[in-house]
């Protein structure tokens, strides 16, 4: 399929996991991608994946800096000649028991997970058109579904999905929509890192909200941001679209 062809999108975390997936998918649909990421080495990495027949322009930026993203944004329209569809995926994860939980832990997970979504979609409406435009944010199973040692993470991503609901009511006047999708577990350099809980930790409770398909690859929360952000889910607007191996259930 080819759903992509002269489409401009504007997408964030790019350097690994869902979005260096997200960047092959729509390559491969014929995107024009701007890819912006905090790691130089990771941006690099998934440009040379990338196979077309799309093209991939890349930035290092951090999503947290609005004078950054301002810059991003501007460039991104200037060199695609405008902006059709912004993916944010760009995030931080971080377990948090609640004896351990630092005002530095919120201010991060927050400044990212949140901060630089908002700060994206501020200044990508400037370009995006009305009548076509699309805004996919990146939350979380974690946002509508309790998590052990997760308290902050999960506000994080909750507050992302929440600003997502909110935002696709204001703009529905411009019929721009607004796409909150939620992963369940995925199988990511993020997800496989190891302090990804801290030593000593009772992990049991996840076993009972575990997917029984297992944790996700990339590629197949990519294939939903894909069809999420395509002419396929024009009526597909202000509602969470779980991608999580039933595991809410």
């Not at 995030?91 to 927050?110: A, C, Q, S, W, Y």
């Not at 901060?115 to 509508?144: M, Q, W, Y």
């Amino acid at each position: 399929m080819n759903r992509y062809d002269g489409v401009k999108v504007l997408l964030t975390g790019a350097a690994s996991g869902i979005g260096r997936a997200t960047a092959i998918r729509l390559a491969a649909e014929g995107a024009a991608i701007y890819a912006v990421d905090v790691s130089e080495k990771g941006l690099a990495e998934t440009a040379a994946a990338v196979t077309g027949p799309g093209t991939i322009t890349t930035r290092t930026a951090d999503v947290t800096d609005e004078p950054a993203v301002i810059a991003a944004v501007a460039d991104a329209a200037d060199t695609l000649g405008g902006i059709d569809a912004l993916i944010n995926v760009a995030g931080v994860h971080k377990t948090t028991p609640i004896e351990t939980l630092t005002v530095d832990d919120l201010n991060r997970l927050f400044s990212v997970n949140l901060v630089g979504t908002a700060l994206f979609c501020r200044e990508s409406l400037k370009h995006l058109p009305d009548g076509s435009g699309v805004i996919v944010n990146t939350a979380s199973l974690s946002a509508t579904q309790g998590n052990p040692f997760m308290t902050a993470y999960a506000a994080s991503k909750g507050a992302v999905l929440a600003f997502s609901l909110s935002l696709a009511a204001e703009l529905t006047g411009r019929r721009i929509r607004v796409v909150p999708i939620s992963p369940g577990a995925v199988d990511t350099p993020l997800i496989r890192a190891a302090d990804m809980f801290p030593e000593g930790l009772d992990l049991g409770y996840f076993s009972k909200i575990r997917s029984y398909f297992g944790a996700a690859d990339p590629e197949q929360i990519a294939a939903a941001i894909a069809f999420a952000a395509s002419s396929d889910a024009g009526y597909f607007t202000g509602a969470d679209l779980r991608v999580d191996g039933g595991a809410h259930t």
